[in-house]
């Protein structure tokens, strides 16, 4: 049997660590904490996670969340609910320390009669085996899930089998045309891996459980539509490899087509998928039709043949920059009112006059270790024309907050990043950056004078990508923006699990 992993004491020092950052933090002012440090918003975050999970609920799709993102406990509960009492809690990790730090959370769930499984998405290789083998000990039967995209890794999941005595649960990874990982379904390889995995089926040291595809390239979508179409092209793929298992395997237990990314899994929310006819359902940039349609129609003939339909994304209870970008929603589902981080910064000097056409900058003390150095992409098969749709050239955009409220300038809608995002921003933005400096420039149409900044103000930064810039950090402080005139108070602190 597997070596049990020593939890108690790595969470006990854990909890140590997290009260004595408690006492350090909470009641304290977003002004009196050190800079920089990141912030979450538990009133934006709550609100995301619950729009996932009713979204998935009411369209008859199982859910399951990754938390590389977060890398919390305290999160994690929130993208799985406490009040789902007979909904499985099917989780992704990125990282095999994910895996171990919510193995406590699961086995919680498990004595309240929840069933669990994690999913180490990452493809299999050998220096896992010994620590996934120990989840999988502790967690039992059918708790633990792994990637497959080779022959080659299958004598990894026959170690694991063998070491916790329980066969894994098997994803075959499929590459729906993103080239980061996964096996093409129209390749000699994929056949030869289906067979693979059913002999080995047979023989008991694993279950194929289901195919696992993530549309990365949505990320880089530009109008309203693109990232629903993705999601789309997403279950056309993984409909097809699970289809060539049947072929070979008419009578396999039903298989999971798991999909998503937070830009094709959120597009669920679609306000004609929920009914809500209060939200708008399209704007100039494009609109989700008629993929709402199509898609409502695939999922029934698909369930029908015995698939059970799957989404995953793992950004989404945070959001960034990128995210906003996408126009994966609508704006009344998807705009910087729904960013819930933020990384508190100071200005630590100002150059009036350095900028482009004499415009001024200022210096932070937020650079690529605290904000990520990720640009939000275009994906030029979407938006070929930089006419219609331009790269955002900076690392992050100032709040309006602090010295800074009020200042903002909104488009039609209403919002800072709205319908035009990121081709219309104006305003403060980290035009450049290094180790520890942040250069904030300033973008406004000639003759908009720049908000000022002085020595000495804070500011809050929303982030390009959320899943890079949290790296930099080893815990969150929590405030809730349900709370006016106390927005800015901490209220926790929730430790993350840096590391692999």
Not at 29 to 50: A, F, G, M, R, Y
Not at 295 to 303: I, N, P
Request: net charge negative; aromatic share 8%; hydrophobic share 40%.
């Amino acid at each position: 049997m597997a070596e049990t992993i020593k939890a108690e004491p790595i969470m006990d020092q854990l909890k140590q660590k997290q009260e004595a950052l408690r006492a350090k933090f909470v009641g304290k002012q977003l002004s009196e904490v050190p800079t920089p440090s990141v912030v979450l918003d538990l009133k934006q975050v709550t609100v995301n996670c619950e729009r996932m999970l009713e979204a998935a609920e009411n369209l008859g799709l199982q859910w399951r969340a990754h938390i590389k993102t977060h890398k919390t406990t305290e999160l994690t509960r929130l993208q799985v609910s406490n009040f789902l009492a007979t909904t499985p809690v099917l989780l992704i990790v990125s990282t095999i320390l994910e895996a171990e730090n919510i193995t406590p959370l699961l086995k919680e769930y498990q004595s309240k009669d929840r069933a669990v499984n994690v999913l180490f998405s990452f493809p299999l290789f050998a220096s896992a085996v010994p620590r996934l083998a120990a989840v999988s000990s502790q967690l039992g039967p059918d708790s633990l899930s792994v990637m497959i995209d080779h022959v080659d890794q299958l004598p990894y999941v026959k170690a694991i089998q063998q070491i916790s005595g329980h066969p894994p649960r098997i994803f075959i990874k499929i590459d729906a045309n993103y080239g980061r990982a996964g096996v093409k379904t129209d390749s000699p390889e994929y056949p030869a891996l289906i067979d693979a995995l059913l002999a080995a089926e047979q023989e008991g040291w694993l279950v194929l459980h289901g195919v696992y595809t993530h549309a990365g390239q949505s990320y880089g979508a530009r109008r309203l539509g693109d990232a629903m179409y993705a999601l789309f092209n997403e279950f056309l793929h993984a409909h097809t490899a699970a289809r060539k298992i049947r072929e070979k395997s008419p009578g396999h237990a039903s298989l999971v087509l798991s999909v998503g990314a937070t830009p094709t899994a959120t597009t669920i929310q679609s306000p004609w998928f929920m009914e809500e006819c209060d939200v708008p359902r399209g704007n100039p940039r494009g609109s989700m039709r008629p993929f709402e349609e199509e898609l409502t129609e695939r999922w029934g003939d698909w369930q029908k043949e015995g698939y059970i339909l799957e989404v995953h994304a793992g950004v989404y209870p945070t959001l960034d920059l990128q995210q906003v970008a996408t126009h994966a929603r609508h704006t009344g589902l998807l705009s910087e009112q729904d960013i819930g981080i933020s990384v508190v910064a100071e200005v630590a000097s100002v150059y009036p006059t350095r900028g482009k056409d004499s415009t001024p900058e200022a210096l932070i003390n937020a650079g690529s270790l605290a904000l990520g150095r990720e640009p939000v992409s275009l994906d030029k098969k979407t938006c070929a024309d930089e006419t219609k749709a331009k790269p955002y050239t900076g690392w992050g955009a100032l709040m309006p907050w602090g010295v800074l409220a009020g200042t903002e300038e909104r488009d039609r809608s209403g919002k800072i990043l709205g319908e035009g995002f990121p081709d219309d921003f104006r305003g403060w933005q980290v035009g450049k950056i290094s180790q520890e400096h942040g250069i904030l420039t300033w973008v406004g149409d000639e003759g908009k004078k720049a908000p000022e900044l002085r020595v000495g103000d804070r500011v809050r930064v929303w982030p390009n990508h959320a899943c890079i810039m949290g790296a930099g950090f080893e815990y969150y402080l929590i405030v809730d923006s349900r709370y006016p005139q106390h927005e800015d108070k901490v209220l926790d602190v929730w430790c993350r699990w840096n590391g692999w």
